[in-house]
């Protein structure tokens, strides 16, 4: 498992990470608080917004 944190400052930034996290074979979370998404989920990751510093944690 690794982690990181992110912050994503406009839609277009939401687009490119969740298009990136597509290509990968491995589950992507994207966590605020206790609420966790599909990292490959556009429309999960954009309900979380922009501006805010969210955990990305990939299950390796």
Known sequence: MTSGEVIFNNVEEIVHFVNQAEKIRW???VCLGSCIVDGKSLLGVMSFG???KLKIVIHN
């Open 27 to 29: 589950d992507v979370d």
């Open 50 to 52: 922009t501006g805010k």
